[in-house]
DNA sequence: AACGTGACAAGGC
DNA sequence: AGCCTTGCCACGT
């Protein structure tokens, strides 16, 4: 238990606990999720944190979409409609299989957005 | 232990 | 407006 300790493990609690806070009815794209949680230019990780998400936790994945405000997932596979499906249910609509980012994105709290530039 | 892959993103052409 | 390249990091072969 070193201080280099911590950086194997706790990377996938630390970006679920970002996505625990988006707010019902909002979606963030992976990489907001990735600057929010100290990460920044590590979207990628943040893909596959969820992928590796426990079943019946209380993470709404749902809610992280890509920067195109498009979901992640092949047009006609399940997971695709089920996604859509949670975040219809939750009033987002979609427009051409796209999120509008301006009206249902995350506006991530300034003190959270780590520029890190 | 090197290599390719993946629920991504930003910049160049 | 698409397609390619590079950055980034964890994981399975």
């Excluded at 950086?7 to 996938?12: E, Q």
């Excluded at 749902?62 to 009033?91: I, M, T, W």
């Amino acid at each position: 238990m070193n201080s280099d300790s911590d950086t194997k493990h706790s990377r996938y609690q630390l970006i679920w606990q970002v996505v625990r806070g988006i707010p019902f009815g909002q979606v963030a794209s992976y990489g907001q999720v990735a600057r929010a949680a100290g990460l920044a230019r590590q979207a990628r990780l943040v893909g596959y944190a969820l992928h590796h998400l426990p079943a019946h936790s209380d993470v709404p994945w749902h809610r992280v979409v890509n920067a195109k405000g498009k979901l992640s997932f092949p047009p006609h596979s399940e997971q695709y409609a089920l996604q859509q499906d949670l975040l219809r249910a939750e009033g987002i609509v979609f427009i051409q299989q796209t999120i509008d980012l301006k009206q249902f994105g995350w506006q991530i709290p300034s003190h959270l957005d780590t520029a890190l530039f």
